[in-house]
């Protein structure tokens, strides 16, 4: 081993002291590196990555799924490598909060740890039960450097507030997420042209509402509807170009319901809602909601991932000429049009102190961001669940295209596209949708301009940013006093429970009141520093 390893492995133990103390396990200076270099002399990988079966523990849960060692493309990842994770998570148990507190408690880290919030792995690196990975990737990791040196927002995600990178982020290639779509057989059989604009948007819900574009005699159509209006209640503000989060303009942060935009948006929601345009059970109707009113051929529009399209293909034989169209985001009332869905990299994982190998688990890491590990975690195995055209595409078979879930279910059942640092490419997406999916995809593709890439991150429409430590309990105090209140009423406005204007005033003092102004100070220092760490190399 390189002097300037031992360096980092001693320094790296001795940030681990405090919480190894307490642990239940042994670990000595020289339980060390392999001798095996990350890359071969020719650049390649050198695989496998140790000439014994190296078995580290593991804490991952995503999606209700606990982390299996026996998912067709961890075994071959085991073939190929040598390394294999043991889940420290029963598959009995799916409550992820739940498990980690446990883990936490116990003070047993797993060797290496995932989890579904940013912040809450970084509290923990600062804490001492995660390692920082800078050195270790600036020595064995060169896929994730170089990964890093070409994507700021990838390594902006990885960078914790003290400078330490704690996970290995979970990447997007893809800028586009959420679309728009619309009964291209409704607007054929009235007579529309595609919306776009807001207010032809609300001509053509109007038209839907009245019309019977269903054809069956009553006013039963819901023309704009959403299934995850119960987490993204704010969704359909973004046609005002607002919201109830913070967004940034011109590098400023502001807190949207302070804004003129949030009047104009909340006032035309509850008039769209009163006049029965959208969904009267919008914030109840829950995940199924999409099923259930394309299926019995009463939703109109909604917002709202690739899959949308499926439904053309599912429901043909039982609605003739059922087609969901893409459409481009509507233009607000300023004639601005933006799709405020974005990829944005996620959490993926980390190596905990206790670990006694974390050398061989950042190789591990790295090759995960190799071609090879890259297609096993976007594609699956080759010859199982994809292969490759004449042309040099890669395909899916139809085990991937025509099982009983989900393409992307499909994947996830075998553990590709799983919640670990990875470069998720979302191609799986473009070559497992049906030719209304493709076209809508190249309509977004080929408008860049439409996504703002200076927004901080989101994840399901909400600030997803970190903050310096002295910040962040204080943020979060004002902001579970702020966020249930907002939610509260917005609904309530829209319900048509309380009503807007008369309430207007006394909500902006409230928000006030309740710590707003710091609220927004706070965010703009994590934006700030957020933009600066992307810049800085
Ligand atoms: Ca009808």
Known sequence: MKKKAIIVLLVLLSLAMPLMAGGSKESSSNAAAPATPTLNEDGTFHLPITDQKTTFSIFLNFNNMPFDPNWDVWQKLEELTNIRFESVISQSNSNEDEAFNLMLSSGNLADVIGYVNASDLEKLGRDGGLLPLNDLIDEY????????????????????????????????TLNFAEFWFIRGDWLDKLGLEV?????????VLTAFRNN???????????????RAGWKMPDEYLYLWDTSIEFYVRDGKVVYEPLEENFKTGVRNLVKWYQEGLIDPEIFTRGPKGRDTLLASNVGGMTHDWISAVDYNTKL?????????????????QNGVVKERTMRYPGVGWGISTQCEDPVTVIKFMDFLFTEEGSDLMNWGIEGESYYVDENGNKQFYDTVLKSDQTPVGYLRSIGALYRVGMNQTGEYELVSTNDDGKAVIELYESHPEWYDETQPPYADGELDMKY???????????????????????????????????????????LHTRGIDEAIEINQRAYDYYVESGLSN
């Open 468 to 510: 310096f430590p002295e910040d962040e309990t204080r943020y979060e105090r004002i902001m579970g006093q702020i966020k249930p209140y907002v939610e509260e009423k917005l609904q309530g406005w829209i319900l048509g429970t309380s009503d807007f204007d008369a309430d207007y005033d006394a909500f902006i003092k409230e």
């Open 141 to 172: 990791a060169p896929h994730i450097k170089a990964m890093m040196e070409k994507d700021p927002a990838f390594k902006q995600y990885a960078t914790s507030t003290d400078g330490n990178i704690y996970f290995i982020p979970k990447n997007q």
């Open 195 to 203: 919306p776009t604009t807001v207010d032809e948007l609300y001509d």
């Open 316 to 332: 043909t034989s039982s609605i003739p000429g059922f087609r969901m169209i893409g459409i481009a985001p509507p233009a607000d």
């Open 212 to 226: 019977d574009p269903n054809g069956n005699g009553l006013k039963d159509e819901i023309p704009l509807f959403d």
